[in-house]
């Protein structure tokens, strides 16, 4: 399995310009999460998907922020427009259903290499 | 909402020596503790958890310890060693059902000097 992919890797960008991350997670995970990770705040939880289905967005910053999920294999997270502070290092992170056993790695998450978001 | 607080932000310490890394939850409910290590240029990774209705925890130099009644939870590094050196999360989890979150602190950074 290669694990959770992100891309791009590095982003680079001016502000006021558009940018969408994108996360494939393991195949036969059913929940995906985004996490925000800066010196400041750490790793913070942004949104969380069950089933493709968005279960909570409250920590999504503002309007500029949004993500989707169409379908099993495939998120983004994309910003409009960008601004400084939204430089950061963005995660992706898959699980396993609720409902198997904890043997076989119920509760883990399993993290992509991230996003490195700078807006210049 | 659950609030993760973790401490210390750094911390050096000389190969051999232990680390201790202490975090505390607010919310009451929450029933699943686990910690997870990021190496440099790397998403993290778990290393060990603890559920609720457990104490302590150990898997060979690695150990955590939860306090449900003070609502702390902490991580013991033993002899450690350079390959230790990384940055770590506390997190906190709430429920057993399909809809839960995962809270994170804000991470230690550990150096261990050789």
């Not at chain 2, 898997?59 to 939870?73: C, M």
């Amino acid at each position: 399995d290669a694990g959770v992919i992100q891309s791009p890797r590095h982003e680079v960008t001016e502000m006021g310009q558009e940018v969408t991350l994108r996360c494939k997670p393991i195949s036969g995970h059913n929940s995906l999460f985004w996490y925000r990770q800066t010196m400041m705040r750490g790793l913070e939880l942004l949104i969380y998907f069950n089933n493709n289905v968005p279960i909570d967005d409250s920590g999504m910053p503002e309007d500029r922020f949004s993500a989707k999920m169409p379908n099993a294999s495939f998120s983004t997270l994309k910003i409009q427009p960008s601004e400084p502070r939204d430089s950061a290092v963005y995660f992706c992170a898959s699980r396993i259903p609720y409902g198997r056993t904890e043997s076989s790695g119920a509760n883990v998450l399993t993290f992509g290499a991230g996003s490195r978001l700078t807006v210049l | 909402g659950e609030n993760v607080e973790q401490h210390p932000s750094t911390l050096s310490v000389q190969e051999g020596d232990s680390a201790v890394i202490k975090c505390t939850y607010s919310d009451s409910a929450s029933n699943y503790f686990p910690w997870y290590k990021q190496e440099l240029g790397k998403g993290p990774q778990l290393i060990i958890d603890i559920r609720s209705n457990v104490g302590e925890k150990k898997d060979q130099r690695i150990a955590v310890t939860l306090n449900k009644t003070a609502k702390h939870f902490s991580l013991h590094i033993t002899e450690t060693q350079p390959e230790d050196s990384a940055v770590y999360f506390c997190a906190a989890r709430k429920g057993d059902s399909g809809t839960y979150k995962y809270i994170f602190g804000t991470g230690t950074r550990l150096k261990v000097l050789a």
